[in-house]
T-cell receptor, first 114, second 114 residues
Framework: AQSVTQLGSHVSVSEGALVLLRCNYSSSVPPYLFWYVQYPNQGLQLLLKYTSAATLVKGINGFEAEFKKSETSFHLTKPSAHMSDAAEYFC????????????FGSGTRLSIRP | NAGVTQTPKFRVLKTGQSMTLLCAQDMNHEYMYWYRQDPGMGLRLIHYSVGEGTTAKGEVPDGYNVSRLKKQNFLLGLESAAPSQTSVYFCASNDPFTSTDTQYFGPGTRLTVL
């Protein structure tokens, strides 16, 4: 069975600091991994997805994530946080080799301090 | 191209009342999904559909019914609402047969059951 665990329900960083949001996955098959962002009162928006083509995946808004099979991790990073990055971030895994039937983590709320 | 739209945006029900949430997508996607989002629990899949006329249960289907009479629409019904169904409901769609396979989300419906 697939599952994801996001470490830390709330992360706070200063503007300009490194953003690191942690995600570990469990999957019995090669996973299809995602990071989504949700801004207040909005739906989810895809940041990036891992499809086994490359272990370092670059997404929108300067975010990237690295797939590490040995650590079963898919952490999300951004070198320099902006105030506009404040949102909730969800890591997700697909049960199949596509974006179908995604299983979401519980989310990490990112706050940015001025 | 409106993407995924949801109707209504907000609704308050009394226990025992019924209602239907409408999801519409104009991207000709085969797959559609209904999720609920509760604090600290991420998104959980209620029901999904892999094509017109087909539906299947997700992780938390009890108390809900769905129909996919037209490819572009996916309806979520609550026959007898309960306070435990107070949540934010998101619809999503994707087409796993394309290179841009990604789930696209609607803006959500905030439902309160008193």
């Amino acid at each position: 069975a697939q599952s994801v665990t996001q470490l830390g329900s709330h992360v706070s960083v200063s503007e300009g600091a490194l953003v690191l949001l942690r995600c570990n996955y469990s999957s019995s098959v090669p996973p299809y991994l995602f990071w989504y962002v949700q801004y207040p009162n909005q739906g989810l928006q895809l940041l990036l997805k891992y499809t086994s083509a490359a272990t370092l995946v670059k997404g929108i808004n300067g975010f990237e994530a690295e797939f590490k099979k040995s650590e079963t991790s898919f952490h999300l990073t951004k070198p320099s946080a902006h105030m506009s990055d404040a949102a909730e971030y969800f890591c997700a895994v697909s049960k199949y080799s596509s974006a179908s039937k995604i299983i979401f983590g519980s989310g990490t709320r990112l706050s940015i301090r001025p | 191209n409106a993407g995924v739209t949801q109707t209504p945006k907000f609704r308050v029900l009394k226990t025992g009342q019924s209602m239907t949430l409408l999801c519409a997508q104009d991207m000709n996607h085969e797959y559609m999904y209904w999720y609920r989002q509760d604090p600290g629990m991420g998104l959980r899949l209620i029901h999904y559909s892999v094509g017109e006329g087909t539906t299947a249960k997700g992780e938390v289907p009890d108390g809900y019914n769905v129909s996919r009479l037209k490819k572009q629409n996916f309806l979520l019904g609550l026959e007898s609402a309960a306070p435990s169904q107070t949540s934010v409901y998101f619809c999503a769609s994707n087409d796993p047969f394309t290179s841009t396979d990604t789930q696209y989300f609607g803006p959500g419906t905030r439902l309160t059951v008193l």
